[in-house]
């Protein structure tokens, strides 16, 4: 359970008990004011007027009032040391908890979903935290405190107060029921329009080539409206309890005065002066009373929308991952780089039908298997199976002869040279790329910087660079082409000297003069490792040690170029849709 109290450190208890004492003082000073106030008016009221009483009085106050703004400033620091330590602390949690995510709960979320909880969710729950430490503590200690002061006075002055203190409180208690499910919907609205925004912007060049801006703008201003809809029913209702609140508030000054005028004249001459200063004071104690409640409304105003943010924050870190890390295992050097798949079959979270059907082979250390079959046939899952974005729903995968699922996830990615289907690079350097992420004590040097991108046939554009291997890398690689980043990518794998090597359809965006010399070296600098690789061209996997065909979901052959073309159907009808049949006898 990820309980709230629980992620407060004990230093932070500490200065929440600071601000608990801090704020009492603070209260004192501001409940002194009324008393110093009553002997004001009581001198002012007397025959003999003697101005030093006044003057000395009106210098308590002063100092009570510059006392409880200096506490008042020291609790506001310490409020928001105490909000952005927390904030920090559970970005950081959730940063490294969705990092952990395996695919299956990525795709649970959503990106657009996962970015507003980490940013727009903590933030209101920061600032409910930063109102709330200080409200919260506040508003019912000074209403006591205040309430105490006054009970000795008037009773009906007392049944007045209570009745505005009654209706305030049904008033919060009906905003709060109003508005919780709003506030909850206006941050899944958000989720929306962010997912909305982000599809858009990513695909900013197909809307422009399909003249789709309105298409797209139809969509946004439906999202938008949606969400402004929300908003404004929701602050429509909050908007009700900020002049019901000065309505009350004045109203009880009215009241109080009106009951003082009945009391006044009823009393003698003697005694009026003394009831004339218990309703001055009376009513600075009754604001003071109807002051907390405003200042609870303040937060209960805020209190809906981060209780149902730190909610969605809270379904996050209490998602369970799928991928847990193995105890790790001692791994024998004679298997190293050998890769098993023993009766495998796939079916992803909440799915009927099964992606892989009963796969089984083995590669052995050295050689290059590469994977072929139609869109949907699974090559791209059965290769994911290895590094563990998906765990084999049946079956086995075992790498160097050891269940992947015994191996921590660093033992085994550091095994690994994984190339995705959609070529992916980081904000930084071409030696940041390609010298990205921890292989445990191996590190790439500048010199196998310069090889692997040498081998991924990026030299001459990388050389050509105003800082070569120092130039920029904009954030997703948008200051290089798609061959580029594709060949950039690779050399981040080859750079890496692992034992595995994954290309999940990665030669893709390279024309074949590009594809053959950048394989040809490939095959040079990987002979004593594993290759594992998706390919829909036949010249890329041709030349492959194994070539297993997939259709469904289904192994349907596995052999050499030359066997495939005799034995497999399926093989054949794709190598034809390529080449035509003198082209295939040739090759």
Same mark, same amino acid.
């Given at each position: 359970?990820?309980?709230?109290?629980?992620?407060?450190?004990?230093?932070?208890?500490?200065?929440?008990?600071?601000?608990?004492?801090?704020?009492?003082?603070?209260?004192?000073?501001?409940?002194?004011?009324?008393?110093?106030?009553?002997?004001?008016?009581?001198?002012?009221?007397?025959?003999?007027?003697?101005?030093?009483?006044? $003057?000395?009085?009106?210098?308590?106050?002063?100092?009570?009032?510059?006392?409880?703004?200096?506490?008042?400033?020291?609790?506001?620091?310490?409020?928001?040391?105490?909000?952005?330590?927390?904030?920090?602390?559970?970005?950081?949690?959730?940063?490294?908890?969705?990092? %952990?995510?395996?695919?299956?709960?990525?795709?649970?979320?959503?990106?657009?979903?996962?970015?507003?909880?980490?940013?727009?969710?903590?933030?209101?729950?920061?600032?409910?935290?930063?109102?709330?430490?200080?409200?919260?503590?506040?508003?019912?200690?000074?209403?006591? $405190?205040?309430?105490?002061?006054?009970?000795?006075? @008037? $009773?009906?002055?007392?049944?007045?107060?209570?009745?505005?203190?009654?209706?305030?409180?049904?008033?919060?208690?009906?905003?709060?029921?109003?508005?919780?499910?709003?506030?909850?919907?206006?941050?899944?609205?958000?989720?929306?329009?962010?997912?909305?925004?982000?599809?858009?912007?990513?695909?900013?060049?197909?809307?422009?080539?399909?003249?789709?801006?309105?298409?797209?703008?139809?969509?946004?201003?439906?999202?938008?409206? %949606?969400?402004?809809?929300?908003?404004?029913?929701?602050?429509?209702?909050?908007?009700?309890?900020?002049?019901?609140? @000065?309505?009350?508030?004045?109203?009880?000054?009215?009241?109080?005065?009106?009951?003082?005028?009945?009391?006044?004249?009823?009393?003698?001459?003697?005694?009026?002066?003394?009831?004339?200063?218990?309703?001055?004071?009376?009513?600075?104690?009754?604001?003071?009373?109807?002051?907390?409640?405003?200042?609870?409304?303040?937060?209960?105003?805020?209190?809906?929308?981060?209780?149902?943010?730190?909610?969605?924050?809270?379904?996050?870190?209490?998602?369970?991952?799928?991928? &847990?890390?193995?105890?790790?295992?001692?791994?024998?050097?004679?298997?190293?780089?050998?890769?098993?798949?023993?009766?495998?079959?796939?079916?992803?979270?909440?799915?009927?039908?099964?992606?892989?059907?009963?796969?089984?082979?083995?590669?052995?250390?050295? %050689?290059?298997?590469?994977?072929?079959?139609?869109?949907?046939?699974?090559?791209?899952?059965?290769?994911?199976?290895?590094?563990?974005?998906?765990?084999?729903?049946?079956?086995?995968?075992?790498?160097?002869?050891?269940?992947? &699922? *015994?191996?921590?996830?660093?033992?085994?990615?550091?095994?690994?040279?994984?190339?995705?289907?959609?070529?992916?690079?980081?904000?930084?350097?071409?030696?940041?790329?390609?010298?990205?992420?921890?292989?445990?004590?191996?590190?790439?040097?500048?010199?196998?910087?310069?090889?692997?991108?040498?081998?991924?046939? @990026?030299?001459?554009?990388?050389?050509?660079?105003?800082?070569?291997?120092?130039?920029?890398?904009?954030?997703?690689?948008?200051?290089?082409?798609?061959?580029?980043?594709?060949?950039?990518?690779?050399?981040?794998?080859?750079?890496?000297?692992? %034992?595995?090597?994954?290309?999940?359809?990665?030669?893709?965006?390279? *024309?074949?003069?590009?594809?053959?010399?950048?394989?040809?070296?490939?095959?040079?600098?990987?002979?004593?490792?594993?290759?594992?690789?998706?390919?829909?061209?036949?010249?890329?996997?041709?030349?492959? *040690?194994?070539?297993?065909?997939? *259709?469904?979901?289904?192994?349907?052959?596995?052999?050499?170029?030359?066997?495939?073309?005799?034995?497999?159907?399926?093989?054949?009808?794709?190598?034809?849709?390529?080449?035509?049949?003198?082209?295939?006898?040739?090759?």
């Amino acid at each position: 359970m990820f309980n709230f109290f629980s992620n407060f450190k004990w230093k932070e208890w500490l200065l929440i008990l600071l601000v608990a004492v801090l704020i009492v003082g603070q209260v004192y000073l501001d409940l002194k004011l009324p008393d110093f106030m009553n002997e004001i008016s009581t001198k002012l009221a007397a025959e003999n007027i003697v101005m030093h009483d006044v $003057w000395v009085n009106g210098g308590y106050m002063l100092g009570c009032a510059l006392g409880s703004a200096v506490l008042a400033v020291c609790s506001g620091f310490c409020v928001a040391k105490i909000a952005a330590s927390f904030s920090k602390r559970l970005r950081a949690s959730m940063f490294n908890k969705v990092n %952990e995510f395996s695919l299956s709960e990525m795709h649970k979320f959503s990106t657009a979903s996962l970015i507003t909880r980490s940013t727009n969710d903590i933030t209101q729950v920061q600032f409910a935290i930063v109102m709330g430490l200080q409200v919260l503590i506040k508003a019912p200690v000074m209403a006591i $405190w205040a309430l105490c002061k006054i009970l000795n006075k @008037s $009773w009906q002055w007392s049944v007045a107060t209570g009745i505005a203190v009654a209706f305030m409180a049904l008033m919060i208690v009906l905003v709060v029921l109003l508005t919780y499910k709003k506030f909850k919907k206006i941050q899944a609205q958000t989720d929306n329009l962010n997912n909305v925004t982000r599809e858009n912007l990513r695909g900013i060049r197909v809307v422009r080539a399909y003249n789709a801006e309105n298409y797209e703008q139809n969509k946004f201003d439906k999202a938008n409206t %949606e969400l402004t809809k929300t908003n404004l029913t929701t602050n429509s209702i909050m908007a009700l309890l900020s002049p019901t609140m @000065s309505l009350v508030m004045n109203g009880l000054t009215l009241a109080v005065y009106l009951i003082g005028a009945f009391i006044i004249n009823a009393a003698t001459d003697y005694a009026r002066i003394s009831l004339f200063g218990d309703m001055v004071v009376f009513t600075a104690y009754a604001m003071q009373v109807v002051l907390s409640f405003m200042l609870l409304v303040m937060v209960f105003i805020l209190l809906p929308r981060a209780v149902a943010s730190w909610q969605r924050i809270s379904e996050v870190m209490r998602t369970p991952v799928s991928i &847990k890390d193995g105890n790790g295992v001692t791994i024998s050097k004679t298997n190293q780089g050998k890769v098993e798949f023993k009766n495998v079959s796939f079916k992803y979270p909440n799915a009927e039908e099964y992606v892989l059907h009963d796969i089984s082979f083995v590669v052995n250390p050295g %050689e290059t298997v590469a994977f072929i079959g139609s869109t949907g046939s699974g090559k791209s899952t059965l290769i994911n199976l290895v590094p563990r974005f998906y765990d084999a729903t049946e079956g086995e995968v075992l790498v160097d002869g050891v269940n992947v &699922k *015994d191996m921590t996830l660093k033992q085994l990615h550091n095994k690994l040279g994984y190339v995705p289907q959609k070529a992916v690079l980081f904000s930084g350097t071409v030696t940041s790329n390609v010298a990205y992420g921890d292989n445990g004590e191996f590190k790439p040097t500048a010199e196998d910087v310069k090889t692997a991108v040498k081998v991924a046939q @990026s030299k001459d554009f990388v050389e050509r660079m105003e800082n070569k291997y120092d130039s920029v890398i904009e954030q997703g690689g948008a200051n290089v082409s798609g061959g580029q980043k594709q060949r950039l990518s690779i050399a981040r794998a080859i750079a890496r000297n692992p %034992e595995i090597y994954i290309f999940d359809d990665s030669f893709s965006a390279l *024309d074949y003069k590009t594809d053959k010399k950048l394989r040809a070296e490939l095959e040079r600098h990987t002979e004593n490792a594993t290759v594992l690789m998706v390919g829909q061209r036949i010249g890329t996997i041709k030349n492959a *040690d194994k070539i297993i065909v997939l *259709d469904s979901g289904k192994m349907v052959g596995m052999g050499t170029h030359k066997e495939l073309l005799k034995k497999c159907p399926v093989y054949k009808e794709i190598a034809l849709s390529q080449l035509s049949e003198e082209e295939l006898k040739n090759a």
